[in-house]
């Protein structure tokens, strides 16, 4: 449209001026649709070039990548290959290294046992020396104390029997004693009495009866005192047997089985020395009866010169010589039997001593056996915690080279992982890129269509834009030319943002 126009005054309007004006714009809208007709075509044969051309560029890229990415394959496959490969020859080299390692490790298990049960039984044999000589010492050491305590024995029983004789020497020292005493008051009573029986001969036989019965009463009361005196002795001789009886019981509880045949022999021999003092006491009355007799025959009494009392005396002594031979007898006989009991003691000691022996050596032999026992035992404990722990090695060397492997595995898993992951990632950023670079193009499009729309609004009055509006049943057509036209006077090249419509701009 002419500048000027807008600034000359129009012309009144009239229906010839409409219709003028209709058949310039029809003529014009025919030359411009001949125009945009033909380049419309320009247009299509343009972007038809271009479209070849890219796809071929598309076509050669492709078979680029492609080619790119058979190779990349090709090569990943040659090197899965030949870590494979790698890998296998590692794994002989290391089932070599553990099979030469494991021959290595028997052959010195082997030497290490082979030397360990030569030190083994170098040990034994060095254990049983030593047992030997510990256990000959030791029977050696309980030889000397069995000894020893026998030596006791005989001293502590040496002690008693030289004991026993020094109390008998006492008991006879003071029997002696007594004897001197009874000797010299018979003497003195015997002196008395026949000073008496000269100064009085003359008296009657009541004043002698009486006499005779106050001397039989002296005599019974004398002999009551020494029976009294003999229970006393007999009493303190049982005192002192219960005290040796305690003594010996205390020793029997130290010695077990022999005090108890030491106590029946001491019991015994206490028996005997008793019945040998009674012997003696019965002996000593003997003799003071045969003493008074003596002393009656060789100055009678005058009353006693009876014949049937002489007879009756005689009688009492031949009984009491048969009674003395009697004892004799029997305590001949309780000697016999005494040294019957001490060889039967002997006997018993030795078989319980030959015993004891036994036992021990038994006892010493079952504490070997059992030492030996509990050695293999150790010995025996001990190999197997070695076996063990070689086990537990060989398990753990196993475990480690598992998890070696299955690391490297993994690592090549991931590696592989990674890779497709890259892969991926650089088709995902292709991908956004040429959707970056189509939103670009549609956002310049758009740009493109307000501008045409701006330059339409320039180009056209209001007035002729809603006559074109109201006349015009192509607007999008017209719409599309000034698009054109602007595209064409811009240089600008691009297929418009609408569906289905593709055209190509005049050169």
């Keep these: ?44 044969l343009q972007r038809a070039l271009r479209l070849t051309r890219v796809r071929a560029d598309d076509a050669a890229h492709k078979s680029t990548l492609l080619t790119e990415a058979m190779a990349r394959h090709f090569r990943a496959n040659e090197r899965l290959l030949m870590y ?34 030569s030190c083994l039984a170098m040990h034994m044999q060095e254990m049983e020396t030593r047992h030997y000589i ?42 002696l004693a007594h004897q001197a005493v009874v000797h010299a008051a018979a003497a003195r009573e015997r002196i008395e009495r026949e000073h008496a029986w000269l100064a009085k001969s003359k008296d009657d036989a009541a004043i002698q009866h009486a006499r005779m019965a106050a001397r039989e009463a002296a005599r019974a009361a004398e002999k009551a005192e020494r029976k009294a005196r003999k229970l006393q002795t007999i009493q303190a001789q049982q005192q002192r047997a219960r005290e040796l009886a305690a003594a010996r019981a205390i020793k029997h509880q130290e010695l077990a089985t022999e005090e108890a045949a030491r106590d029946h022999m001491l019991a015994e021999d ?40 002489q007879l009756d005396a005689d009688a009492r002594a031949e009984a009491r010589e048969l009674v003395a ?29 030959a015993a004891d022996e036994a036992y021990s050596k038994k006892l010493a032999d079952r504490l070997f056996e059992a030492r030996s026992r509990k ?66 193009r549609s956002h310049q499009v758009r740009d493109l269509e307000a501008s045409g729309a701006q330059i339409g609004l320039v180009f056209w009055r209001p007035l002729e834009e809603k006559t074109l509006q109201a006349y015009v049943a192509a607007y999008p057509t017209l719409l599309r030319w000034n698009i054109q036209f602007i595209l064409l006077t811009t240089g600008v090249r691009g297929d418009p943002p609408w569906k289905n419509v593709t055209w190509t701009p005049p050169r």
């Design 375 to 440: 050695l293999m035992h150790d010995e025996e404990m001990r190999l197997r915690r070695v076996l063990r722990e070689a086990r537990l090695r060989e398990e753990y060397h196993e475990r480690k080279e598992r998890r070696s492997m299955l690391a490297e595995e993994t690592h090549m898993r991931q590696h592989l992982a990674d890779v497709e992951k890259r892969r991926l990632k650089r088709l995902e950023w292709t991908r956004r890129a040429e959707m970056c670079v189509e939103d670009i």
């Design 1 to 44: 449209m002419d500048p000027r126009l807008a600034t000359t005054p129009l012309a009144p309007v009239t229906i010839r001026r409409l219709h003028d004006a209709v058949y310039a714009l029809q003529a014009l809208v025919g030359s411009r649709q001949a125009e945009i007709a033909q380049a419309q075509r320009h247009y299509a």
């Design 270 to 309: 206490m028996l005997i020395r008793r019945l040998i003092t009674e012997q003696k006491k019965r002996f000593e009355a003997q003799l003071w009866a045969a003493q008074r007799e003596a002393a009656q025959r060789a100055k009678p009494d005058p009353l006693a010169l009876d014949p049937a009392r």
């Design 134 to 175: 510990a256990e000959d010492r030791w029977r050696s050491a309980d030889k000397r104390r069995r000894l020893g305590e026998l030596d006791k024995v005989e001293a502590w029983q040496r002690a008693q029997d030289d004991a026993a004789a020094a109390r008998a020497q006492e008991l006879a020292n003071e029997l």
């Design 84 to 117: 494979k490969a790698e890998m296998e020859t590692k794994e002989l080299r290391r089932a070599e290294q553990r099979a030469a390692g494991t021959a290595l490790y028997r052959e010195m298990q082997r030497e290490r046992h082979a030397e360990e049960e």
């Design 325 to 353: 031979m009697a004892d004799e007898e029997a305590l001949e006989q309780h000697r016999l039997a005494a040294v019957r009991q001490a060889d039967e003691y002997s006997k018993t000691l030795r078989a319980m001593q």
